[in-house]
Every structure is written in structure tokens, then in C-alpha cells.
T-cell receptor, first 114, second 116 residues
Framework: EPEVTQTPSHQVTQMGQEVILHCVPI?????FYWYRQILGQKVEFLVS????????KSEIFDDQFSVERPDGSNFTLKIRSTKLEDSAMYFC????????????FGQGTRLTVV | AQTVTQSQPEMSVQEAETVTLSCTYD???????LFWYKQPPSRQMILVIR??????QNATENRFSVNFQKAAKSFSLKISDSQLGDAAMYFC?????????????FGTGTRLTIIP
């Protein structure tokens, strides 16, 4: 069964450092998403992406965040200068373009900022 | 803006019994989807069941079924014959039914404990 793959599973970084979280969406999906879940809290939407551009972004997704689809298979989330409050689980999801299609989630990357 | 509310932060149920998790939502849209996602300790988000708002019939998926009340904007999940593997966080989610890159809006979750 096709799946969304995220790497790494756990990333520890120092405050102020840049991190890049990687995702390989399901191959025939064209809608991509990043969500964030701070420990013990709800899953929050960060950004959606289609046709090489951002479709929508939340208030959380400020200038420190960026997304890219560099090579037609990967979908990355970059945080330029991490803060302690960026510590969270980051989920990538992808979906086919039909209106009835489901979002499939990756297993998440746990980001710890120290 | 759409909102999803789960008023039960924690629930517990005896193994083999039935439990119902509550969810309410607010939207001005008439056409949308509702979902229940399960998040076990591994933290992966797993789709349990979905409901199309235009369908009157409640969705079922094996031991999982929903009670969708569109007028009341209520969407509860019933788990029958609860099993130890059902222990997880359960999130209710909403998505507008639209041709486009629509996001999911999640509730705050209900932690379900199964008592052996």
C-alpha cells in the first residue's frame, strides 16, 4: 500500500539553527500539506501546496517557514531559525486531486529544539 | 472560519463494551466532509472513518460507526466491541468539499483508554 514517508523520525537542533524536514508524498498525489502538533495539543494546519506554489498558509507559517518541492518527489519544510516553541511533531500529508480523495499522513518528525 | 470541538478530553471503556466519542463543529458551508482520525502512541494519524455531509446515511466501518446530525452539527463516533488496540487519541476533523487544496481542521482530541 502506498504511504507518505517522512525523515528523519526525530530531529534535535539548537535554537537558532535551520532545519529541513523531508517528506515523500504518495507518487500520484498532487496536494501536499504540513501540519504541526505540539505535545498534548491538537493538530494544527501549517501550509498547503499545489502546482509548485502555496495554496494556503496559517498564521503559524510566518517568514521563518518555507516549503519546497525540489525534485518532483520530495516535499520539504524548512524552518530558518528555530525557536524553542517550534518543538513539536510535524506531519506531512498528501492527497489526490479528486474532491472525494483522502489525506494520507506520514508518521511524523519529532522536532526538539534545545 | 470552521471550528471543531471535542468536549471529552478523556474517555475510558471496558474491553468488549461500546463507547461513543462526541464531536461538534461549526461551519457556514453546506457541503463538507467529516472524519475521525486515530492517533496511537506511535503518533501516526490513521483515518478511521469519514462522512460526506450530503449523505444522510451514517458511515460504518466494521466496529466503527458514526452518528451524523447535520442540523445539530454533531458527529459522534461509536466504537463497538472495544479492543485493547483501540486505545489512542481520537481526533475529529472537518474539510470543506471543494475542488481545491482544502485543509483539515481538527478538534482537540479525546484520549480513549481501554480497561482490560
Amino acid at each position: 500500500e502506498p504511504e507518505v514517508t517522512q525523515t528523519p523520525s526525530h530531529q534535535v537542533t539548537q535554537m537558532g539553527q535551520e532545519v529541513i524536514l523531508h517528506c515523500v508524498p504518495i507518487s500520484n498525489h498532487l496536494y501536499f500539506y504540513w501540519y504541526r502538533q505540539i505535545l498534548g495539543q491538537k493538530v494544527e494546519f501549517l501550509v498547503s501546496f499545489y502546482n509548485n506554489e502555496i495554496s494556503e498558509k496559517s498564521e503559524i507559517f510566518d517568514d521563518q517557514f518555507s516549503v519546497e518541492r525540489p525534485d518532483g518527489s520530495n516535499f520539504t519544510l524548512k524552518i530558518r531559525s528555530t525557536k524553542l516553541e517550534d518543538s513539536a511533531m510535524y506531519f506531512c500529508a498528501s492527497r489526490g486531486t479528486g474532491v472525494n480523495t483522502e489525506a494520507f499522513f506520514g508518521q511524523g518528525t519529532r522536532l526538539t529544539v534545545v | 472560519a470552521q471550528t471543531v470541538t471535542q468536549s471529552q478530553p478523556e474517555m475510558s471503556v471496558q474491553e468488549a463494551e461500546t463507547v461513543t466519542l462526541s464531536c461538534t463543529y461549526d461551519t457556514s458551508e453546506s457541503d463538507y466532509y467529516l472524519f475521525w482520525y486515530k492517533q496511537p502512541p506511535s503518533r501516526q494519524m490513521i483515518l478511521v472513518i469519514r462522512q460526506e455531509a450530503y449523505k444522510q446515511q451514517n458511515a460504518t466501518e466494521n466496529r466503527f460507526s458514526v452518528n451524523f446530525q447535520k442540523a445539530a452539527k454533531s458527529f459522534s463516533l461509536k466504537i463497538s466491541d472495544s479492543q485493547l488496540g483501540d486505545a489512542a487519541m481520537y481526533f475529529c476533523a472537518y474539510r470543506r468539499r471543494h475542488f481545491g487544496n482544502e485543509k483539515l481542521t481538527f478538534g482537540t482530541g479525546t484520549r480513549l483508554t481501554i480497561i482490560p
